[in-house]
Structure formats: C-alpha cells, structure tokens
C-alpha cells in the first residue's frame, strides 16, 4: 500500500510541476506580446514622424521649384535687356545731357 501511495504523491507532484510550467509560459507570453505591444506603438510613431519628414520635404522641393522658375524669369529678362542694348538703340533711346559749367 506504500508503494501505491508513494506513486500518487509523484504523479500529484509532476501535474503540480506541469502546471506551474504552463503558467510560467503563459507569463512569458504574455511579457512578449506586452514587449511587441511596445515596439509596435513605437513603430507607429517612427512612420508618423517620417510622414511628417516626407511633406516638409514637399514644401521644400515646391518651393525650390517657385525660386527656379523666378530665376528662368529673370535670366529672360536679361536676354531681352542684352538684346536691346546695342551701341545703336542705346544711342537713339538716350539723350545727352546738358553740361553743368
């Protein structure tokens, strides 16, 4: 009768140790997906500030676009002035003026 009640007291024993096991791998689950929880929301928060980057880096291309298209402007405005200034149409366009003595 010993041997039998010997032999339930170890098998009590290993399904009291194969349930702590099981806890204890259900709370290292749990401090993963809490882990995975965190670098999740971090992550989020990375693509909403690279989203951020993205459109200031918009603003500035467009607005390095508005600059070039001013200087195109400008360099045909210089075309034309340099167009117009021979020695023959300055000449004609320009009076002299009086002398001061």
Known sequence: MK???GRTD??????RLDKLTYEEAQ????????AMHTVR???R???DMLIGVDDQVARVED??????DRVAGVDDKVE???????P???NSICVPLPSLQ
């Open 3 to 5: 041997k039998l009640v």
């Open 10 to 15: 170890l098998e009590d024993r290993l399904k």
């Open 27 to 34: 709370m290292a689950m749990a401090q993963v997906l809490k």
């Open 41 to 43: 929301e971090s992550m």
């Open 45 to 47: 928060g990375v693509a």
């Open 63 to 68: 607005g390095v676009t508005s600059v070039n």
């Open 80 to 86: 034309q002035v340099k167009s117009l200034s021979s």
């Open 88 to 90: 023959s149409i300055i």
